[in-house]
């Protein structure tokens, strides 16, 4: 991707749904070339906008799989309505994901659902307590700081807690089903495609946004930003170091992801950067170093499912 790519790719990161008029006014570029290089971009499937149904409860799971059979595990997670990435990783575990749920729904899965996947022999479980940042709140970090406030982007972070919220009524699922095909769909088409008037899905979708409900998400492969290597850490470190460590590794664009968990490990993070000499410096000579007691580091070496969306391998 060329520089101008990744700076629309960047102002998407930031409003999903802007217009392209309002991005080539943001990077000062021509409106006919930003729309006409950001819908080859969205045509191609380089990039992807979509929603994804946020929840109440968060669990991260670690499956060891039967020798042969890790395509097939890694299938029937991403099949799963409720999974929102499945990766493919190195190290003592083959297969990580997360599911967006419910506290009710948590037990039924851990004992009886995902035990039973197809392929999986050991499952560890790391149910999530707080994010500080999802996939939503990444950014690529090629636009200026007044590129990235003309987009709207306050430069705050991605942090929230885990809460109850209300169920969705027929009308916002559909609206829902409607944005996770399409992230950018007009109100005017979406207001067709659920029986609402302009201004009705215009309001219901503000709603949505506003009370974390959903989430608009512009996805990208990171390597085709130039960010080939991926790399999931599982942090041990006392409670009381947690918002320290947190915090340090926020400075970071090259952390797609940070959720503090419970278990064996206390916080797990994915980073994203060009070499393996760029993830050892990350690992050995960052700020936060002396502050965990242990680090475990699994190579991400293929994407099932991102965002909610099934990707090709």
Request: charged share 25%; hydrophobic share 45%.
């Amino acid at each position: 991707m060329d520089n101008l790519e990744l700076r629309i790719v960047e102002a998407l990161q930031i409003d999903g749904r802007a217009s392209w008029r309002k991005i080539a006014s943001a990077l000062g570029e021509n409106e006919r070339t930003v729309a006409r290089r950001g819908s080859e971009m969205l045509a191609s499937g380089v990039v992807s906008v979509a929603a994804i149904h946020l929840q109440p409860a968060s669990i991260l799971i670690r499956a060891r799989c039967t020798p042969g059979t890790i395509e097939q595990t890694l299938e029937a997670l991403a099949s799963r309505g409720d999974t929102s990435f499945v990766y493919a990783v190195t190290g003592p575990s083959d297969v990580v994901a997360e599911l967006l749920t419910t506290p009710e729904a948590m037990g039924q899965l851990i004992t009886k659902d995902l035990p039973t996947t197809p392929g999986v022999v050991n499952l560890e479980t790391y149910p999530a307590l707080k994010f500080y940042r999802t996939i939503g709140g990444w950014r690529l970090g090629v636009l200026s700081e007044a590129e990235a406030a003309a987009m709207g982007s306050s430069g705050g972070s991605d942090t929230f807690l885990l809460e109850p919220m209300a169920e969705l009524d027929p009308a916002d699922a559909s609206i829902l089903e409607c944005l996770q095909g399409d992230g950018r769909m007009g109100f005017e088409e979406l207001g067709k495609r659920v029986g609402l008037s302009e201004s009705t899905a215009r309001r219901r979708v503000e709603s949505l946004l506003s009370a974390r409900q959903i989430q608009i998400r512009a996805l990208i492969e990171p390597r085709s930003a130039g960010l080939p290597v991926e790399a999931l850490i599982w942090f041990r470190l006392s409670p009381q170091r947690i918002a320290t460590v947190a915090d340090s590794l926020m400075m970071h664009r090259k952390v797609r992801y940070a959720a503090v968990i419970a278990g064996g490990y206390q916080l797990l993070v994915d980073v994203t950067v060009k070499s393996m000499n760029e993830l050892n410096e990350f690992l050995s000579n960052a700020e936060w170093v002396g502050d965990v007691d242990g680090i475990e580091t699994s190579l991400i070496i293929g994407a099932r499912k991102r965002g909610g969306r099934v990707v090709p391998l």
